[in-house]
């Protein structure tokens, strides 16, 4: 199973490391996501990275602020999120996808992550 940590409170402006461990290592030839959902909206994606870390993809107006990036000597998926904003809080998850790509949509993904709660104060 997947295990999200490294969410926090934090002050807009301040940076925050998520980090995604897979124990099993059932994902490591398989692409990587991270989903965030705030309190009544919808699922939203955040970035994705593929089985080597070659290929990214952002989330919109997120590219530039978040860095995904994975180490697959220890199998860990991390995001990097610099200059947070409060719209930014939100539970963030992490999937691995069925595929060897990047994937924004979550039926693109098989094995799914408890959260981690990230809240960035104004």
């Known amino acids: 199973q997947l295990q999200a940590s490294g969410g926090g409170l934090v002050q807009a402006g301040g940076s925050l490391r998520l980090s995604c461990a897979n124990p099993?290592?059932?994902?490591?030839?398989?692409?990587m996501g991270w989903f965030r959902q705030a309190p009544g909206k919808e699922r939203e994606f955040v970035a994705a990275?593929?089985?080597?870390?070659?290929?990214?993809k952002y989330g919109d107006s997120l590219e530039g602020r978040f860095t995904v990036s994975r180490d697959r000597t220890s199998n860990t998926l991390y995001l990097r999120m610099d200059n947070l904003k409060p719209e930014d809080t939100a539970v963030y998850s992490c999937?691995?996808?069925?595929?060897?790509?990047?994937?924004?949509?979550?039926?693109?993904?098989?094995?799914w992550g408890l959260g981690t709660q990230v809240t960035v104060s104004s």
């Open positions: 990275i593929s089985w080597n870390g070659g290929l990214t």
């Open positions: 999937a691995a996808a069925l595929g060897s790509g990047v994937y924004a949509d979550p039926v693109a993904y098989r094995y």
């Open positions: 099993r290592r059932t994902s490591s030839n398989n692409g």
